[in-house]
């Protein structure tokens, strides 16, 4: 099946200098429709459908998943004081935060994210907790009932009771719970060396098109090797886009896929429900996006049908759900439609709406090419 609609998006754009690449991967009912490279993954170096890409905040599902694994199994309640897991967070006003504030990004501790930013790759994954522990709440804010979407603390916390839960290093769990089993074996939340090296030839790069040329150095991606080792849950994934689509395609299966079973249909329900409807973000410039248990929903109920920022486009249906990578990647599911798209675009444009403009347009073309619209 071609998509020429969908090629055409990717054209204009790399026409435009907003990327250099684009990877691409669709399925509709779980048969692949497209799997394919456009342009370069790094310099001198072809895009391929194999080629390694960052999944920045897409790396999300995969966290969300494992931890919904935990949930499942009664280890953990949603709500639950996240101090009841990780006793040192509970000071400074922290014991009332609940594991449902983390999960649905309404747990006010935005000031955290602007500690973590310059330091979350170079200090260990110990200090980033520490750091975040030692915190208070964002002044004048109130746990589940503002909104601001958190790039790291979230995660981090997630992942530091799967890990203190299961005994053993996240990093490992992921691969070893969730994606070795999923068949998704490229696929990384943190690389160890000899991954680094086995897979240097097919690590692609982030570009910085925020100005009237495409650099090869400027984005903060996570592209260096220490960032692509470190424990990261919520940033440095790193795969292709046919192996993250597996994660969603997963979900949109009900929590089994190939007959290996990670979750139960009934978790996979609860995680794609709203947990959080009409609330501003804060970090989206106040736009009212809902949320399940760490997926972002279609929110289009609250613009008037229009597309949103980092939305599925015009045409995905009230249940489509899924996560975006920083001005860069999308993985989501359209249940009612079938469908499940990964895409990676390798350049990290200069805001937000320039994205989310790429991101709708490649969304509607995808629907609209496959008859969906």
């Known amino acids: ?128 907790i520490a ?78 098109t925020s100005g009237p040329e495409p650099m090869a150095d400027g984005s903060f991606a996570p592209d260096e090797p220490h960032q692509l080792a470190h424990t990261m849950p919520g940033g440095n994934g790193r795969g292709p886009m046919r192996e993250l689509a597996r994660v969603v395609e997963l979900l949109r299966r009900g929590g089994e896929l190939d007959g290996v079973r990670i979750l139960s249909p009934q978790t996979v329900a609860a995680m794609t429900a709203r947990h959080r409807c009409g609330l501003p973000d804060v970090s989206f410039e106040n736009e009212k996006l809902d949320w399940g248990l760490g997926l972002a929903l279609d929110s289009r109920v609250h613009f008037g049908g229009g597309t949103h920022l980092y939305g599925y486009g015009p045409h995905a249906s009230p249940r489509s759900f899924g996560h975006s990578g920083f001005r860069t990647t999308l993985a989501f599911c359209d249940p009612d439609a079938g469908l499940v798209v990964a895409c990676s675009w390798n350049g990290m444009v200069a805001d937000d709406r320039i994205h989310s403009a790429r991101q709708n347009a490649l969304c509607g073309a995808i629907f609209e090419d496959l008859g969906l619209a």
């Open 1 to 128: 099946m071609t998509l020429p609609k969908t090629l055409a998006v990717i054209d204009a754009g790399l026409a435009a200098k907003q990327q250099v690449g684009v990877q691409l991967y669709v399925a509709l009912n779980g048969e692949t429709v497209a799997d394919l490279g456009v342009g370069l993954a790094a310099v001198g170096r072809p895009m391929t459908p194999a080629s390694m890409m960052t999944w920045l905040s897409t790396s999300k599902i995969a966290t969300s998943i494992l931890f919904a694994r935990i949930w499942q199994e009664g280890l953990v309640d949603l709500d639950d004081p996240v101090a009841a897991h990780i006793p040192e967070f509970g000071v400074r006003g922290k014991d009332a935060v609940t594991i449902r504030h983390l999960w649905t990004h309404t747990c006010a501790m935005l000031h955290v994210e602007e500690k973590l930013f310059p330091v979350r790759y170079r200090q260990t994954h110990a200090e980033n």
């Open 131 to 208: 750091l975040i522990c030692a915190s208070g709440l964002d002044r004048g804010r109130t746990p589940g009932r503002d909104a601001g979407y958190q790039t790291s603390t979230v995660t981090l916390l997630l992942a530091e009771i799967i890990a203190r839960k299961r005994g053993r290093d996240f990093r490992e769990l992921a691969r070893d719970e969730l994606f070795l089993p999923l068949g998704m074996t490229d696929s990384w939340l943190g690389m160890p060396p000899e991954a680094l090296t086995r897979y240097a030839d097919r690590l692609g790069k982030t570009f910085d």
